[in-house]
């Protein structure tokens, strides 16, 4: 089914494939894509390493280097691409400004955070953290979790301007991964787009409503980009 | 974000590393002589110490933070601490966080839990901006451009390497592995015994941290 009132902003990483690839296996398609990308940089398939591009890993999980507009063209879902890199830029507020859609399902650029410029414009951006919240805001929680709990999570939000707080609508707990060297291309987007295809269900069961739940704001669950010392902990801890 | 996984082999030359910097650092410093039973110590069992060690070397600390000017009145609680720093426009940022240590080091859990609020500040300034400066103001808003002080780093990574322990909360144990990263590659001498002594426990607390998360985590 077309999901008339939700689109997608993309950025060109393994994330925004993993979310359009389980949509589309769910039968669910958005109205449209925004997709940011620039020709002048390495194609996604050109930065991922080799042991992820195995038929178990895509069987298992996901196709890590389908093409986005490759994939949209053939379920004819309507897209644009936005030669941007700047999520906040004025070209990118100017095109959704002009889209009916409420809500985006949001995978942006790695480091990148909306601005008000962005959030103030009467539009919700759907996001899923890796990661639960409110204990594990930040970066990187993927890997606290691995060693504090030897759980995943995911929890879905919408966003606002400071991290990892806005309104709660869904969280999911999954064990870690066999392969913990998997994480950060393969299972880190794989779970968020798990929880992402319940959310959008529930979205269609609870008449085209999410479902929300206030988080408190403060610094205590801030996490920090994982030291490599504990990175590999964590993934020696999936083996 | 994308570190390279390399393995165990990985952990084992962290662990190396570190040792070989803290030998580095105490050998070039003119208090060698002072160590040499810790450097004896840390040839035994794996680079763990006993716990009747551990207490004399925490003891040590504790005289050494004593020995330091503290703030015009030395804050014995954690409240007297907080409301202090609340009334104050200017804070030594050594001086606070020899003040923490020492409170974490002589007080209950219950009673240092309201620190959490300072070492989330200075955590979250550290791992944006590495770098801590010499003054804040009483809101903890840093005050002129000197962030090139080591012992500010030392006395930060301590507090937060011995609250991870207490608490068991990873992201102090991560900005501590960061603050000594720093420390470590660092160049500049550390010529105070007080300093060293707090870098030793720092970082043999900070590798019994490692140890004990490889165990319990069954890595092998």
Redesign the interface.
Known sequence: MILKNIGMLLANNVRSTAYLQALIKNNLFPSIIIFLSNEEKASIRDTLPEFIKTKKIISKYFDPIQNITDLADSYNIRYKILKIDDINSVELVSELEKLNEKYFIYSGP?GQILKRNILSIGKEFLHVHPGKLPGYRG??TIY?SI??KDMCYASSFFLRENIDTGPLIKEKEFPKPEN??II?FIYDPFIRSSLLIDVINEYIENDYKFPMKQQPID??G????????????A???CD | ???N????E??ND?INDRYNNLLRIITKSSHNQHFQDYIKLLNGDNNKLDNVTKDKIKDEVIESLKRRKYFPQYEQSTSGLLSYIENNSKVNAKQLFDNIAYLILLKKKEEIRPL?YIL??F??KF??FKRIYEEYSGSLKKIGENYQKLDHYIIMSFTMIYFYNIGKN??Y???S??LN?LICSSKQTIGSKDDLIILYYSIILELES?NN??MV???K
């Open positions: 790695g970066s990187t606290y060693i504090d913990g060297e950060d610094d205590e801030n996490y920090y980009i994982i030291h490599p010392v504990l990175k590999h902990i993934i020696l801890a | 974000m994308y570190t996984y390399v393995g165990l990985f952990i962290y959490c989330d500040v955590t979250k791992e944006v990873l992201k144990l991560n900005v592995l960061k990263d490692i998360l490889i985590k069954k890595i």
